[in-house]
């Protein structure tokens, strides 16, 4: 890959972490302290959710099959939603 481009995918995966980071902090926030599983689990899905959306991007780009024709959309739904 050309460095140009893997520099902005670098930024553009810090700046989607860095956006769900702070839905994350939210949740936590507005949810109680206590609930540790559903905290983990919120972390968790938060984290999926940022990584898999580049990686969708990425593979639709690179292939276009039916898989990839239901997991972009789908992602993207998801991500949009958060």
Known sequence: MNKGIIRFLVIFQTILLAAHFFVY????YFWSPGEMFGL????LVVF???VSFLAASLLSFRYWNELNARFLPSVG???GRV
């Open 77 to 79: 739904d998801l991500a």
């Open 25 to 28: 902090e939210t949740w936590r």
């Open 48 to 50: 999926l959710l940022a």
């Open 40 to 43: 983990a689990t919120a972390k």
